[in-house]
């Protein structure tokens, strides 16, 4: 089983998005970065794929993460490094 793609919408100078960053490189993940601070397009694209208008907003694969506090509840509950080794729910 191969090991799901991260993706993190993001903006260069967002806190939030800092600690996501702090959070998946300490867990060894690299993670394709999509700078949506200047580019409208993006970000239309990040809140049509998640609903959402803050960011990060974070996908593993095709499941919604959701922003920082998500990513960090589920680390804390052990679902990130479920989703991260690929394991389904």
Request: proline letters at 3%; charged letters at 25%; one cysteine or more.
């Amino acid at each position: 089983m191969s090991t799901p793609t991260v993706v993190m919408y993001r903006t260069k100078f967002c806190p939030y998005c800092m600690r996501a960053d702090r959070l998946l490189k300490s867990k060894g993940v690299e993670y394709q970065a999509i700078n949506v601070g200047s580019d409208q397009a993006l970000w239309k694209e990040m809140e049509e794929k998640s609903g959402r208008n803050t960011v990060p907003q974070i996908f593993i694969g095709e499941h919604h993460i959701g922003g920082y506090d998500d990513l960090a509840a589920a680390n804390q509950s052990g679902e990130l490094d479920k989703l991260l080794s690929g394991i389904q729910q």
